[in-house]
């Protein structure tokens, strides 16, 4: 099933050279600057947020639930909400907090509505999480064949260990570790104070690192 341009759904003009131009100008704006040209009533502002946005969140909800139609969905009813509430956005704030936030509570709720456990893709694992921390990397493609052979295996056991990590414990697992969002920033998109992100965050680690473990020796 091909992917619906979320972009063009809320930006309707015509592609004239004045349009381009506005559109270069909307992306060389702060999220913050994007956001109150929308509230001021320029017609592709918003349409300038849904392209910096769509592909992370898509990614992000996509890893958390594991089914990639229903995460676009999920992803489409984030911008619906985001574009009727934008008014509410406190602009001290930072956007991308807010955003994923949305998306964050449409994740939750959809996998507390299933039976079934999601899968939430991982490429490769990263065997220390350092202070100068970094989200995993993504499959590598001048590896030899042989080597992603390996790395594609690998990422099918992962793809099981993440699977049974708790609900909870893998949304912190996949901000931090994949979208390298920071603490902060997961407390706020979580609800959650610091010492419970951390704390869920080590015990995400140690239960993933167990879980794997025996799969890849």
């Given amino acids: 099933m091909s ?3 979320t972009a063009k759904r809320f930006d309707q003009s ?3 050279g004045e349009a381009r131009q506005h559109r270069q100008h909307l992306k060389s704006l702060s999220d913050s600057e994007v956001v109150q040209s929308s509230l001021d009533g ?4 918003f349409g300038e947020l849904v392209t910096r946005y769509d592909q992370r969140l898509l990614n992000f909800v996509y890893r958390t639930i594991g089914d990639r139609e229903r ?3 999920l992803v489409q009813e984030t911008f619906v909400r985001v574009y009727r509430h934008l008014e509410r956005f406190d602009q001290s704030k930072k956007f991308s907090t807010w955003i994923y936030t949305i998306a964050s509570n ?4 959809e996998l507390r509505n299933r039976s079934r456990n999601p899968l939430v893709l991982f490429q490769t694992i990263k065997k220390n999480w350092d202070a100068d921390h970094r989200p995993l ?3 590598d493609t001048q590896y030899k064949p042989d080597d992603l052979f390996r790395k594609r295996h690998l990422r099918e056991k992962v793809e099981e260990a993440v699977a049974q990590l708790p609900e909870h414990h893998r949304i912190v697992f996949v901000l931090r570790e994949l979208e390298g969002k920071t603490y902060e920033e997961i407390a706020d998109i979580t609800g959650c104070n610091l010492g419970t992100v951390k704390s869920r965050l080590n015990r995400a680690r140690n239960n993933f690192a ?3 473990g025996p799969m890849i020796q």
């Avoid at 320029?42 to 502002?45: F, I, L, N, T, V």
């Avoid at 449409?106 to 709720?109: D, F, I, P, S």
Wanted: charged residues 30%; proline residues 9%.
């Fill in 3 to 5: 992917r619906p341009n």
């Fill in 71 to 73: 995460a676009q969905d």
């Fill in 14 to 16: 015509p592609a004239t």
């Fill in 210 to 212: 167990s879980i794997v």
């Fill in 137 to 139: 990397e993504w499959e």
């Fill in 42 to 45: 320029d017609s592709r502002a």
């Fill in 106 to 109: 449409l994740a939750k709720n």
